[in-house]
C-alpha cells in the first residue's frame, strides 16, 4: 500500500504497490454541505443520519477554476465542466472546458485513459446525459462542454439559447477528437450509462455515418430502456435511457417549487414524480456497470453521478435535488456493500462545486415572515417541522453556482489517503496513485 504525502496544495504519492485494486468515485452534482442538510433534514430528521455521514473519511475540498484568457488569474465560481475535469486530470481549467487547458486548449490525459492504458476495465454513470460536462470530462476532450453531438458541431449552433458555440477545433474535419458523443461511441470506455440518446441518434458531421452503428461496430450493446439494462449482457455497454437528462424521482406537490414571497408562502411536501416511471434507478446503473467491471481481473475504475442535485437547484426545486441526494446516498450504501466484498475497493463521494439552496429561518429571528429577495419554498418535513429553503443569486432563468469548499466521503480503504483539506486535483492523484497508474 502507498502513502500520500501532502506539501502545501501538492500531493506526492510514494511506494505504489501493483494490485488489481478498484476505484468507485460518486460525485454529487452540486452537493455541498447546505444541500447535504436539507436532504438529511427532510429524509431522516435533523438529529438523524444519512450513509454519507456514517462514513468514517471525512475532508474538505477547494475548488478551483482559472480565467480562460489569464490561466494564472482565479475566478471563484466553478462550472461543472472545469471543476470535474480537474478531478478527472489533476490539471486545472476555465469553465465550460472539458479535460482541456485553458488558452492553450491541451488535452491532458484523464484517470480513465490512464486505466484503460494498463489494462483496467472503466465506467461511467450518470443521470444526466452522458455527453453532460461531468461525465464528459471523464471520457472525452473538448473546448467546450457544449460540443455534445454532431449537431452542435454545426456553426452558429448557441449554447444554452445564448452565445454562440466555437467547436470548429473539435471537429475531426479540422483535425479534432469530434463531438463528445463521438469520441465515447469511438472510444475505449467499457460501461457508459445515462440520459443522452438525442446526442447519438444523430449522424456523423465528419462521415454520415449513425453514431449508434458506429457503437455497435466498436462492440456496444446499445441499451435503451430498463428491461435492456435487467436483460442484456455484454462487455461493453452503452445505456441512453431518455433524450437528455433523466426525469427526477420526487417533485413538489403538484409540482410546487420555490417563489417570490408575496404574502404567505404555501408549504408543500415532496411527492413521487411520475415522468420517472419506467426509469432505471441510479442504484440499478451502478449495479450492472459493477457487475460488468468486476469481471476484469485486472481491476476497474467507476465514475458515478447524480447529476440533478444541480439541475433542480438550478430549477428552485427543493423536492427535486432532495429526491437526487436520496438516489446517491442509496448508491453510496449499495456501493459500500460492494467494496466489503471486494475488499480493494477504494470508494470516494464528493461535489463538483456549491449552489444555490440554502436554509433560512421558516420565520424571521427579527419577528414575522422571513423576507427574501429571491424565491423561498416552505417545506413540511416528515418530522412535523417546516424547513425554508431560499434561492437568491440570480433574478434569471436559472439560478448560479456558489464559491464554496465541497466535502469529500471516503470508506475505510480511504484513511490515511484523504486528508482533512486538499484540491480537486489531488483526487486525481489520490485516484492515480492507489491504482499504481
Not at 427532510?42 to 462514513?55: R, S
Not at 490539471?91 to 487547458?101: C, D, K
Not at 437528455?244 to 413538489?252: D, E, H, N
Not at 414571497?261 to 415522468?275: H, R, Y
Request: glycine share 10%; net charge negative.
Amino acid at each position: 500500500m502507498f502513502k500520500p504525502i501532502f506539501l502545501a496544495t501538492s500531493l506526492v504519492l510514494l511506494n505504489a504497490q501493483a494490485m488489481a485494486n478498484n476505484v468507485i468515485l460518486i460525485i454529487g452534482d452540486g452537493m455541498d454541505d447546505q444541500q447535504i442538510s436539507i436532504a438529511r433534514n427532510y429524509l431522516q430528521g435533523a438529529q438523524g443520519q444519512l450513509v454519507l455521514d456514517k462514513m468514517p473519511v471525512r475532508g474538505s475540498v477547494k475548488v478551483i477554476t482559472v480565467d480562460e484568457d489569464n490561466p494564472s488569474k482565479k475566478v471563484y465560481v466553478a462550472d461543472s465542466a472545469n471543476s470535474a475535469s480537474s478531478i478527472a486530470t489533476g490539471v486545472n481549467t476555465s469553465r465550460g472546458r472539458i479535460s482541456s487547458t485553458a488558452k492553450t486548449n491541451q488535452h491532458p490525459v484523464t484517470i480513465m485513459e490512464l486505466a484503460k492504458a494498463k489494462g483496467l476495465a472503466t465506467g461511467v454513470v450518470s443521470t444526466a446525459s452522458v455527453t453532460d460536462a461531468t461525465p464528459a470530462a471523464f471520457i472525452s476532450h473538448s473546448k467546450h462542454r457544449g460540443c455534445e453531438g454532431p449537431e452542435q458541431m454545426e456553426p452558429g449552433k448557441l449554447f444554452y439559447g445564448m452565445y454562440k458555440l466555437d467547436c470548429d477545433s473539435d471537429g475531426r474535419a479540422n483535425g479534432g477528437k469530434g463531438s463528445i458523443a463521438e469520441q465515447i461511441v469511438m472510444g475505449s470506455t467499457d460501461v457508459v450509462l445515462g440520459g443522452g440518446l438525442k446526442h447519438f441518434d444523430q449522424e456523423s458531421d465528419y462521415d454520415s455515418e449513425h453514431l449508434l452503428t458506429k457503437a455497435r461496430v466498436n462492440g456496444f450493446s446499445v441499451l435503451q430502456d430498463a428491461q435492456d439494462l435487467e436483460n442484456i449482457e455484454g462487455d461493453r455497454l452503452l445505456g441512453l435511457f431518455s433524450p437528455s437528462t433523466m426525469p427526477v424521482i420526487w417533485q413538489g406537490t403538484k409540482g410546487a417549487k420555490a417563489e417570490k414571497i408575496n404574502g404567505d408562502l404555501k408549504a408543500f411536501s415532496c411527492e413521487p414524480n411520475l415522468g420517472f416511471n419506467g426509469m432505471p434507478t441510479l442504484q440499478t446503473m451502478t449495479e450492472k456497470a459493477l457487475n460488468t467491471l468486476a469481471r476484469n481481473d485486472d481491476g476497474f475504475i467507476l465514475m458515478v453521478e447524480s447529476a440533478s442535485i444541480d439541475k433542480q437547484s438550478h430549477y428552485r426545486n427543493p423536492c427535486g435535488h432532495i429526491g437526487e441526494l436520496k438516489q446517491l446516498d442509496e448508491t453510496v450504501q449499495f456501493v459500500l456493500d460492494f467494496a466489503k466484498s471486494h475488499p480493494d475497493t477504494l470508494v470516494l463521494v464528493t461535489a463538483d462545486h456549491g449552489h444555490a439552496a440554502q436554509i433560512v429561518p421558516a420565520g424571521s429571528l427579527f419577528g414575522g415572515q422571513s423576507t427574501s429577495l429571491g424565491r423561498v419554498a416552505l417545506v413540511d418535513t416528515p418530522e412535523g417541522s417546516q424547513m425554508a429553503i431560499n434561492y437568491a443569486t440570480s433574478e434569471g432563468q436559472a439560478e448560479e453556482h456558489t464559491g464554496v469548499n465541497v466535502p469529500i466521503f471516503g470508506n475505510d480503504v480511504a484513511e490515511g489517503l484523504v486528508p482533512s483539506n486538499l484540491e480537486q486535483t489531488d483526487i486525481f492523484s489520490i485516484m492515480k496513485g492507489y491504482l499504481d497508474l
